[in-house]
């Protein structure tokens, strides 16, 4: 099997909208299971889910990052988590960190991760 069968596509790196996050739902669960936040050629990639109580980042489909785009919230309690690194900088999550997940940028220009990840 080869390494790009064990991937799973997400997008186009071009359709990430820059200096924003936008949100993926591969196992078409109707709820997205990660989000990426794109910074020139940097992606971060984190697991949809606040490490202070589970729940689901943002308020409405992609609504990701604070107003300015500083920071990645968590709309149920407002915590404020890094975008670089996940760590909680403000609020209930403090000390805690958003759960890192590796995205790959293949060769064709797509965004992907790999099927083990998913769980």
Same mark, same amino acid.
Not at 72 to 77: E, G, N, T
């Given at each position: 099997?080869?390494?790009?069968?064990?991937?799973?596509?997400?997008?186009?790196?071009?359709?990430?909208?820059?200096? +924003? &996050?936008? /949100?993926?739902?591969?196992?078409?669960?109707?709820?997205?299971? *990660? =989000?990426?936040?794109?910074? !020139?050629?940097? #992606?971060?990639?984190?697991?949809?889910?606040?490490?202070?109580?589970?729940?689901?980042?943002?308020?409405?489909?992609?609504?990701?990052? +604070? &107003?300015? /785009?500083?920071?990645?919230?968590?709309?149920?309690?407002?915590? *404020? =988590?890094?975008?670089?690194? !996940?760590?909680? #900088?403000?609020?209930?999550?403090?000390?805690?960190?958003?759960?890192?997940?590796?995205?790959?940028?293949?060769?064709?220009?797509?965004?992907?991760?790999?099927?083990?990840?998913?769980?």
């Amino acid at each position: 099997m080869s390494p790009q069968a064990d991937l799973v596509t997400l997008c186009g790196f071009d359709e990430l909208p820059e200096g +924003n &996050a936008r /949100g993926f739902d591969p196992l078409q669960r109707g709820r997205d299971l *990660l =989000f990426i936040v794109k910074r !020139g050629a940097t #992606l971060k990639a984190y697991r949809n889910r606040c490490p202070h109580q589970g729940a689901s980042l943002p308020w409405k489909k992609n609504a990701y990052l +604070n &107003a300015d /785009g500083s920071r990645i919230v968590c709309s149920a309690h407002g915590a *404020l =988590f890094d975008i670089d690194t !996940g760590q909680c #900088l403000q609020g209930p999550a403090l000390g805690q960190a958003l759960e890192s997940m590796d995205v790959h940028l293949t060769t064709d220009g797509n965004v992907s991760l790999k099927r083990e990840d998913l769980d």
